[in-house]
């Protein structure tokens, strides 16, 4: 398990990393917001205890930029006074909080908790679609094929999921119209072939395998 620790007052830093590292985990300290974030960034952490109040870059700014582009579990130390209320009252994506002072036992049951809780996440099945190399991740909403990430616009996605939902079965334009569109939207139905194909270009890129056929007068299908 391994903990980034990013803590401007070294004594305190020092006794935490003492005590993670007693209790089993790899730590490693970062003593301002912008190492810390860069820190974050760089390796896979289990978990991250972030000072609110730090030199360079605050402990908010840090959450935020961190939580845009990575999941890391995040417990917020604060301080015990108004900056605490005003901090929660933010939707800035930690995970958890602890005031200070604490009680090292308080810390360390967090973190216990927040490391039960991913390796819960972590063995729950993934839920995905397998057509051919295609592998589409129904929670993630990410898309796979073979060890390439294909990145999906939302509509992309559902159309995409619609065909894969509904191997070997043809979908008329009406039908795919009603399920991914508003119907009453008066969409022209030719809307579906120009994603069709916009799909298409991005499923067979690099080869002319085809995912999706054409079935003339009639609609689209994914075969095996
Ligand atoms: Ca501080």
């Given amino acids: 398990m391994n903990i980034l620790v990013i803590e401007d007052e070294e004594a305190l830093s020092e006794f935490i990393l003492l005590e993670l590292m007693h209790e089993g985990y790899n730590v490693t300290p970062a003593y301002d917001g912008r190492k810390g974030l860069e820190l974050a960034l760089e390796k896979n952490w289990d978990v991250i205890l972030l000072d609110l109040m730090l030199p360079k870059l605050n402990g908010i700014e840090v959450c935020r ?52 809780r991913q390796e819960k996440l972590k063995n ?80 067979e890129a690099n080869d002319k395998e085809g995912y999706i056929q054409t079935i003339r007068g009639m609609g689209y299908v994914m075969r095996e």
């Fill in 65 to 116: 930029r961190l939580k845009a582009v990575k999941d890391i579990p995040i417990i917020m130390i604060t301080a015990r006074d108004s900056i605490m209320d005003r901090v929660l009252g933010l939707d800035i994506g930690a995970d958890d909080y602890i005031p200070k002072p604490f009680a090292i036992e308080e810390l360390l049951a967090r973190i216990r908790v927040i490391i039960r």
């Fill in 124 to 203: 729950l099945p993934e839920m995905t679609l397998s057509f051919k190399d295609l592998e589409l991740n129904i929670e993630s909403r990410l898309l796979k094929k073979g060890e390439h990430l294909i990145e999906l616009t939302k509509k992309e996605y559902d159309l995409l999921f619609l065909f894969m939902k509904n191997i070997n079965r043809v979908l008329t334009r009406e039908i795919i119209l009603e399920n991914i569109w508003d119907y009453h939207a008066d969409i022209e139905t030719n809307v579906v072939d120009v994603y069709v194909m916009h799909l298409r270009g991005k499923l």
